[in-house]
């Protein structure tokens, strides 16, 4: 099982950018589809974006379509998030999400227990 590990995060204007980065260590990285989640304050942890296990397919909530790109690196063990045009909207912890043998898509759908592995999260602030 893979540990997960958060960074990038941060405070930035609206319209701004950030690149966030998760660091995953243990085997066999390149059998699990990797994602984004975030969590809002007040609010429940949803989907953000995700990548396929070698990283041809991506997947992403429609809030965030066209301004965030998620990416992965298999020799570096590591998964990317570019967030583009940053609204206030935004704000949010960001997690990092493993999961093992399925298609990209299907990270938006599964259910939070069906996650493999979890990171501890990023903070990400967007003022307006």
């Given at each position: 099982q893979v540990q997960l590990v958060e960074s990038g995060g941060g405070s930035v204007q609206a319209g701004g950018?950030?690149?966030l980065s998760c660091?995953?260590?243990?085997?066999?990285?390149d059998t699990y589809a990797?994602?984004?989640f975030r969590q809002?304050?007040?609010?429940?942890?949803?989907?953000?974006?995700?990548?396929?296990?070698?990283?041809d397919t991506t997947h992403y909530a429609g809030s965030v379509k066209g301004r965030f790109t998620i990416s992965r690196d298999n020799a570096m063990n590591m998964?990317?998030?570019q967030m583009n045009s940053l609204q206030s909207e935004d704000t949010a912890v960001y997690y990092c999400a493993a999961?093992?043998?399925i298609v990209a898509e299907a990270m938006a759908i599964?259910?939070?227990s069906a996650i493999d592995a979890?990171?501890?999260?990023t903070l990400v602030t967007v003022s307006s």
């Open positions: 950018s950030l690149r660091a995953a260590s243990g085997r066999s990285f990797m994602g984004w809002a304050p007040g609010k429940e942890r949803e989907f953000v974006a995700s990548v396929s296990r070698v990283g998964v990317y998030l999961r093992r043998w599964i259910t939070e979890w990171g501890y999260g």
